[in-house]
């Protein structure tokens, strides 16, 4: 745990002294900014998902068991799309009739649900950005919309796109401009999916395995992925949740190191 806290207070330190560069007359160029951000999110990542798998075994250094665990195995690393239950399961193709959808035509019905979206390509026909603005005018009041999952023609993963950017950005007056940026272009050329990045989202090649080993989601963090999409067993027909780190170590550093730092410093 001391490893953690120092890791964390050092991390610290480090975003303060970025922080007050420019008040001192030190000049960062955007180059080492990017490095000083990946350099910090490896230390804080190492740091956090240790503390959160080292109990599981004992004997281990916490180092070599954050290496050789797998994304499953740390639970709490995946952000799960919903499934199973009651959850409303919304398969759109580019000939879904939008009006007879549930979300649509009973959009009270749906206000409690866990809402997943999947925008399905046929291969031939293309979406119409009008209609598909129709269906996301009916999703931007329902808050359990938080994911929107793009499959090819043979059901593979290509790209995601968060319910946040969705709700506001296709549902305005630039909707048809945005949906055929980040949906059509993406479905004509799966290549395009990198521009999902753009919008927070996540293109083809930001994948990986949920039995990939940790240290893998570490090297891809580091290398600018904001966040991975997984896949059960690394198929591209399972995507079943992602993995953003930086709401992970937000959220575990504030819970986990908060009471040990009030400690160190004597509060």
Do not use: W
């Amino acid at each position: 745990m001391g490893k953690v806290i120092i890791s964390a207070a050092l991390g610290i330190a480090a975003a303060g002294a970025v922080m007050v560069a420019p008040y001192a007359g030190v000049r960062i160029t955007p180059a080492q900014m990017m490095m000083i951000a990946a350099a910090l999110s490896v230390g804080a990542a190492v740091a956090v998902l240790t503390r959160t798998v080292a109990d599981k075994a004992i004997g281990k250094s916490r180092k070599d068991l954050l290496l050789s665990s797998q994304l499953k195995e740390a639970g709490q690393l995946i952000a799960r799309f919903p499934h199973g239950g009651d959850i409303l399961s919304l398969s759109i193709k580019p000939d879904t009739l939008i009006d007879r959808l549930e979300v649509v035509a009973d959009p009270g019905k749906c206000i409690t649900r866990d809402i997943m979206v999947t925008l399905k390509n046929s291969g031939s026909t293309k979406f119409n950005p009008v209609e598909l603005k129709r269906l996301f005018m009916a999703l931007k009041d329902q808050p359990g919309f938080i994911h929107l999952v793009l499959l090819d023609s043979h059901g593979e993963f290509v790209g995601y796109i968060p319910g946040f950017y969705a709700k506001r950005e296709f549902t305005g007056p630039n909707a048809e401009v945005q949906i055929a940026k980040y949906v059509d272009d993406v479905f004509a050329d799966d290549n395009n999916s990198v521009n999902l990045r753009q919008i927070e989202g996540a293109g083809k090649s930001d994948i990986i395995s949920d039995e990939a080993k940790i240290s893998e989601a570490i090297v891809k963090m580091a290398g600018g992925f904001r966040r991975l999409i997984v896949l059960r067993r690394g198929y591209h027909r399972r995507p079943i949740g992602l993995v953003n780190f930086s709401d992970l170590m937000s959220e575990t550093l504030s819970e986990q190191t908060k009471p040990s730092l009030r400690s160190m410093l004597g509060r």
